[in-house]
């Protein structure tokens, strides 16, 4: 296996991040005039460590809750038919959402928990993710904030897994 982001790297750049999230929603007057939190609404299990390192870094005020969708099932590194299995639990009924996932490859996740979240009619929605594959993503899939543009190969570490393992290493690596 090959690091690829070590762990100091890692937390700058979420450092930055959080400056990059602080900056944007206190600009907004939705946020400003209503003072209410961000929801942030980590997609399970690959956002964990990603989302918690995040938000003790943020100084707007936020909510935390999960969605969990299935796209990589058991030992598979190739996309499978994707959906939603665990919703949040916290009204979301005009409120700002951002959606924190590990690693963003097709897009799929995130527009699969877009079209979820907004069953509840939310105020907005915006994502933030920690990699995203370097021409891989749909086009008219943005995310709002990202951390690392990385290459196309399969990664695990800080979160990501391969059959359930190696979510626990402090860095991200190239699976193999
Ligand atoms: P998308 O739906 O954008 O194609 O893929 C996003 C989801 O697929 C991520 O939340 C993550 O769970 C999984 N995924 C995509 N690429 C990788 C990868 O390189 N390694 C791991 N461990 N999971 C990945
Ligand atoms: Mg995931």
């Known amino acids: 296996m090959k690091k690829l982001i070590d762990e100091i790297t890692l937390q700058n750049r979420i450092s930055e991040m959080a ?32 989302m918690a390192d995040l938000v003790r870094k943020l100084s707007i005020k936020t ?20 959906k939603i299995i665990w919703t949040p639990n916290t ?16 897009g799929i ?11 509840d009619y939310p105020s907005h929605i915006k994502t933030a993710t920690l990699l995203r594959k370097k021409g891989k993503s749909n086009s008219n899939i943005n995310c709002d904030f990202v951390g690392f543009d990385i290459e196309d190969k399969f990664v695990v570490g ?10 626990e290493l402090p860095y991200v690596a190239i699976w193999g």
């Not at 995130?110 to 979820?116: G, I, R």
């Not at 800080?158 to 979510?167: A, E, I, M, P, S």
């Open 63 to 82: 909510k935390l809750d999960f969605i969990r969708t299935s796209v990589y099932p058991g030992k598979s590194t190739k996309p499978k038919k994707p």
């Open 109 to 119: 996740t995130f527009k699969l928990a877009k079209e979820q979240l907004n069953i």
């Open 91 to 106: 009204p979301l009924n005009d409120a700002n959402i951002l959606i924190v996932d590990d690693i963003l490859d097709t």
């Open 19 to 50: 400056c990059e999230i602080d900056s944007y929603y206190l600009s907004q007057d939705f946020y400003r005039n209503t003072q209410e939190p961000v929801i942030i609404i980590g997609v399970l299990t690959g956002s964990i460590f990603f």
């Open 158 to 167: 800080y979160g990501l897994d391969y059959d359930g393992k190696y979510r």
